[in-house]
């Protein structure tokens, strides 16, 4: 249904009550009920925006006046919406468009992505295009293998000076729990042995699907190495800032206040920030920085459960300062829910010291999917779960194999020095199997 009501902007046309007539009168019948309630939904925003842009030429005049240019970054991952948007601003109305982007890395298309839009506009006669080529991130080897992992030749270049980097391929015995194991036994030495400054926080391991990761941070437990996951089963959602905030006063609680690790002063600072709303004045910023001292300072014991530290630092400061932010409603809702497992979940048993060590540091190996790994880097990265009908998945469309690939280009240049890809030895992945027969032949 998302898709459909996406992919056919204009209600009125024929495509809309001809293509799928069945779905196009559940689409109204839903929306319908949404107006009922009050409500619109994320797939709305950009629709509704449309519609009021075509609707009345005095918003475009009024957009236009307060905003000359228009900067669009990641183009590939708008859909047809927002597309049409850009295009009648920039290209009906006069504003002057900005747009960087990459089709090879558009892997959004469950969410109405469409990285032909961004072709499409790159061809147009009124558009100056500007291809960048140099890789400033991965090693020269790495840059060059990821046209084999991509299946289509590019001219990328690893920037002047760059370091070689290194592919490795692990075909592994067993199943994820004893592929993990083999990781964290035998490849991790290895690594720690050709990079001895290495830090924990430089590795990171990406999987297709958040499941994947559990036999990873279950054998990462086992072998008493610190991880901190950005995935759908993370401890909290790593876009939360209040969470990540209260992961600071975590571990400043947790021997920080002793190290300045993190500072006091910005924990402060990132707290006025955090409930700007709530803190208008000096004065009452002053409170706020007494009062969260006093209270960080009677609560520096790592046995803490969280439970009971979360209590009572939001019945003395957090709860009153959120009923006043109206911006940090969902923090608010994840906090809440936080607390739940904290109480009756499957964090009743956790303190405050385990909490504190899923905040950002250089000490913990990075545990992600592969969607969640784009746009970041990380000098060590291993691949993990590398499996035909893994990635692409069982029964896929071409379009999906498309995207598969280019998910597995986004992982494969996540990679700065070293880039170890890991499958179950029976069924690699046919993108690994691709990959490999190509360094074979360059070798």
Known sequence: MGNYRRSILNRDSADWHTRDATLARLVEAF????????????DDMPLLAVRALREH????????????????????????????????????????????GDADQSIYGFTGARPELLQQLSERDDVETVHLRLNYRCGSNIVTASSYALGEDRDYEAAEGAEEGTIYIHPCNGQYPQHADFFFSTILPDIQSRVPDLQLGDIAILYPAAWIGDAVAEAAQAHELPTIRTDGNSLYPRSSRLM????????????????????FSRIVNEGRRLFAEGLPSEEEYMAFQRQLMTTLWERRDGGLLINHWLYELSEAMIDPLLTTCRTLQDDSENLAAFVERTTTGDCQDMTLAQFSGQGDGDDCIKLSTLHSSKGREFKIVVMFGMDDGRIPRRNASPRDIIESRRLFYVGFT??????????????????????????????
């Open 57 to 100: 030429e005095w918003l475009q005049r009024a957009l236009l006046a307060k905003y000359p240019v228009l900067i669009v970054d990641e183009y590939q991952d708008l859909g047809r919406a927002l597309h049409r948007m850009v295009i009648g601003l920039c290209f009906s109305s006069g504003m002057r468009l900005f747009a960087v």
């Open 31 to 42: 929306e319908e009920e949404l107006r009922v309630m009050g409500r619109i939904d994320f």
């Open 414 to 443: 996540r990679a700065e020095s070293e880039l170890h890809m890991m499958h179950s030895a029976n069924r690699p992945s046919p993108f690994i199997i691709e990959v490999q027969a190509r360094l074979a032949a360059e070798a």
């Open 244 to 263: 990540r905030w209260l992961g600071q006063c975590a571990q400043w609680c947790c021997g920080g206040w002793q190290t300045g690790a993190p500072q």
